[in-house]
């Protein structure tokens, strides 16, 4: 079965960077379109980023600062977050829609605060 492993986040200060990734197993990891979204306390889930994407492979909030990428030999999807702000702490997750079920990690959180 799909499963998907997020690893990576932690407590980082304004300004700082971290790099997320996601683990994923159960389908062919190469044809799938691999997604990263975020949810913060009292807020709805949020797209932040996907891979392959287009135009507007992320969010505009992310733009600049974030950058998302993937290893399809390690079967890993990655998020490189830099010039944190508070606002981006959140519980960030990956996800795929496989045979028209999306499936979710269990989260990874990220903490910006001084």
């Known amino acids: 079965q799909v499963q998907l492993v997020e690893s990576g986040g932690g407590l980082v200060q304004p300004g700082g960077s971290l790099r997320l990734s996601c683990a994923a197993s159960?389908?062919?990891?190469?044809?799938?379109?691999m997604r990263w979204y975020r949810q913060a306390p009292g807020k709805e889930r949020e797209l932040v980023a996907v891979?392959?994407?287009?135009?507007?492979n992320y969010a505009d909030s992310v733009k600049g600062r974030f950058t998302i990428s993937r290893d399809n030999a390690k079967n890993t999807v990655y998020l490189q977050m830099n010039s944190l702000k508070s606002e981006d702490t959140a519980v960030y997750y990956c996800?795929?829609?496989?045979?028209?079920?999306?499936?979710w990690g269990q989260g990874t959180q990220v903490t910006v605060s001084s």
């Open positions: 891979t392959p994407g287009g135009t507007t």
């Open positions: 159960g389908f062919t990891f190469s044809v799938y379109v």
């Open positions: 996800n795929v829609v496989y045979r028209g079920v999306p499936s």
